[in-house]
């Protein structure tokens, strides 16, 4: 038997289906191992010892080593197939370790998306872990700790604030940057004029564009009305020209492109997007196929390979459109430390059309495939052909614009259907000398508005065009953001909170480097050459560390501490007094301002029980309404914790069911875990089984069998 060891579950169950009986396909669930917190700063590295990492396996998976070492044990051969990535390197390279497999000799498989024929090539030409793309996640691994350890302690001792890291930090400086500059924004004024004039029946719009032969500017209502005093009750037209343009398709999705399609089309998320993605690329059933969708979805590169164009595409778009929609394999412009490591995003066959996978998937599946089959497919179509007519209608010094599209050819635009936005917008013959009456004059006040505030995906579009973070971490970063209440996201619009402005202007302060944009860009390109092997794992931790703690000394010496904000109280313990703080999970509290020496804090005042007028029904006592911990009200007996009824505020009385008694008679087995109640058998929602008569203190219980 041969084990293959890939990342996750689904992974598994679908590469299972095509391997056979020969092989075993299991999961680690992704990472095992992580910088364990001892050693010096509990950052887990001995920075002094040439940077050597202190690994420990992860306390919710040391269950899952012991089955994987058992099967490793008992294979014949072990195959590594985590995901074709830095991480997926890393996570191959700790089983390794960790199952005590030979590292230069252990079989690593590499494929790009889940199909048959792709799993069986990976398993024909293997090859094995690549330990320069180990040695960049390590290093990545290491200063992020690093950063995060030692500047999260200072902010968390001095500004009651949780944490700060490399990539979270210099994208949070670009969100809180920009609502600066929005509130500093002043508006100005300035006016736009349009005419509409009647052709052949129909009304047209037609802006000015030019006073006396210079371009159209006006500021201010009396400037509108002298201009508006010149128009004529006609307009002649002034020059007619007509100009075939191509318009070539956008190149296939890279995760970026993907998230800002998904979030600008269907307000998707980017995690959401993500977890979308993911189902697809780890498999799916389709017409009774198990088989993956789409090739791996976490790329930064806009490239197609010939293979898929050539076997795939090509016989596709020739049969479903013909030739002359059929276009070639081009290249995507280039951006700040692109890896291209993998290929862009695209199906994994262009027979499972978008209309046939929508009826085998959820909705929001349905919606992101087809934005990534369409995009893909279009990529590798001609170019549409359209006509632009551009027609100035002049009187008394003044030009209007009037323009007008027709589509020639259309291309890729084809294969869109009627998902794409309408692009047509045809004149009527329009011919040079042609009078036009005006009917209608329409000045209009405006005012300049700043840039909107990032959105979740202009931020992405925006950490990819600065080269911060990878695919694997635009939508980790902006979640974790979101989490540490350093930003939020309402209807997918971003903002920055006080406390995210008070990181910023402190890390800028005393950490210019971690929330510079140019700075972690760098570094994402330090790791691209130690995993190109231009550089080793020590020049580049060398590099990263002198100068980063030589700044952290400094730091830790000059930042000031916020003054604790006070509550007007005294401690009724010392009689200092009490203050505002913040615990480390940023839940506040009031607590002594003279800690550590007192540590009194403030207990919240529980709102008195309020009565509901009705008697408990298990034990007769009055029923009262109280509030969880979530702050959410129920109606519970004010016996407790003697009696423990409790009930739903919208819940009817009467059909409430009374608490189940059991006699001997329905005693099955005494309770093998609690020693104290009994099991009998209960009525669940859709099956019956086993229970434990002390339930809630013992939640023990036994599925029974058809039996």
């Known amino acids: 038997m041969k084990l293959v060891i890939v990342e996750s579950p689904k992974k598994s169950e679908t590469i299972g289906r095509y391997l056979g009986s020969d092989f075993k396909v299991v999961a680690s669930e992704g990472h095992i191992r992580d910088l364990s917190t001892r050693g010096k700063g509990g950052l887990g590295i001995d920075i002094d010892g040439g940077f050597e990492a202190d690994w420990e396996i992860t306390a919710r998976k040391k269950g899952l080593i012991a089955k994987l070492t058992a099967e490793a044990h008992k294979a014949d051969e072990v195959y590594l197939a985590t995901d074709p990535d830095r991480e997926g390197e890393a996570i191959s390279w700790h089983l390794a370790q960790v199952l005590q497999l030979p590292v230069e000799s252990t079989k690593r498989l590499q494929f790009h998306e889940i199909t048959k024929p792709a799993i069986l090539a990976a398993i024909q030409n293997p090859g094995y872990i690549n330990l320069n793309l180990v040695k960049a996640q390590e290093t990545r691994r290491m200063e992020d700790r690093i950063i995060g350890f030692k500047v999260s302690s200072l902010l968390q001792r001095n500004i009651n604030v949780q944490s700060a890291g490399r990539v979270q930090s210099s994208t949070l400086r670009m969100i809180v940057d920009r609502k600066a500059a929005i509130d500093a924004f002043v508006p100005e004024e300035y006016w736009t004029i349009e005419v509409e004039v009647l052709i052949n029946g129909t009304k047209f719009k037609c802006p000015l564009v030019r006073v006396d032969g210079k371009p159209f500017k006006c500021h201010s209502q009396e400037e509108a009305n002298a201009i508006v005093a010149r128009i004529p009750e006609t307009l002649t037209v002034s020059s007619v020209s007509k100009a075939e343009k191509l318009i070539y398709p956008k190149p296939a999705f890279t995760t970026s492109t993907m998230q800002q399609e998904a979030f600008s089309k269907y307000h998707f998320s980017n995690s959401r997007t993500q977890s979308v993605a993911q189902k697809l690329y780890e498999g799916l059933t389709i017409n009774d196929e198990h088989v993956g969708l789409i090739t791996y979805m976490r790329t930064d590169s806009t490239r197609i390979s010939p293979e898929f164009f050539q076997r795939h595409a090509t016989p596709y778009i020739l049969e479903t459109y013909g030739k002359e929609y059929l276009g070639s394999v081009r290249e995507g412009k280039g951006g700040k430390n692109i890896q291209d490591a993998h290929e862009a995003i695209r199906p994994t066959g262009t027979h499972r059309t978008p209309e046939v996978v929508a009826q085998y998937v959820t909705a929001e599946e349905a919606k992101l495939y087809r934005l990534i089959y369409c995009r893909a497919m279009a990529s590798l179509m001609a170019p549409k052909r359209i006509e632009r007519t551009s027609i100035i209608l002049s009187g008394n010094g003044l030009d209007f614009s009037l323009g007008g599209t027709r589509v020639l050819f259309k291309g890729y635009s084809v294969i869109f259907g009627e998902y794409e936005e309408a692009d047509e917008s045809t ?34 579009k925006a950490m990819e065009e600065k080269g911060i973070g990878r695919p694997s971490t635009y939508a980790s970063t902006i979640d974790t953001l979101i989490k540490r209440k350093y930003v939020t996201a309402v209807k997918g619009v971003i903002n920055p909170t006080d406390d995210g402005v008070k990181v910023v202007t402190v890390l800028q302060k005393y950490f210019p480097d971690v929330v510079s944009t140019d700075y972690t860009a760098t570094m994402e390109s330090q790791l691209d050459k130690v995993e190109s092997g231009e550089k080793t794992f020590l020049e580049a931790m060398t590099d990263f560390y002198k ?15 916020d003054p604790d904000v006070p509550t007007g109280e005294t401690c009724p313990v010392c009689g200092k007094p009490l203050v505002y703080k913040q615990n480390r999970k940023g839940q506040p509290f009031v607590g002594c301002s003279g800690y550590p020496s007192c540590t009194y804090i403030k207990k919240e005042e529980r709102p008195e029980d309020e009565p509901v007028g009705e008697d408990c029904p298990e034990c007769g006592k009055p029923l009262v309404y109280k509030t969880n911990k979530k702050g959410e009200r129920f109606i519970g007996c004010s016996g407790f914790p003697t009696c423990h009824y409790t009930r739903n505020p919208n819940e009817d009385p009467n059909k409430v069911k009374v608490k189940v008694t059991y006699t001997e008679a329905d005693y099955v087995k005494p309770c093998p875990q609690c020693k104290k109640g009994f099991m009998v058998v209960k009525h669940g929602k859709k099956t019956d089984f086993l229970g434990c008569t002390n339930f809630p203190r013992c939640r023990y219980h036994e599925w029974l069998t058809k039996k």
Not at 547 to 561: I, L, Q, T, V
């Open 547 to 561: 100068p980063f703690s030589e700044n952290f000394e400094k730091a830790r010496e000059r930042m000031y501490k």
């Open 427 to 460: 004149l009527p013959e329009i011919n040079q000398g042609d009078v036009f009456d005006v009917k209608k004059i329409n000045p209009d006040q405006k005012f300049t508005k700043p840039e909107p505030p990032y959105n979740e995906a202009s931020i992405v």
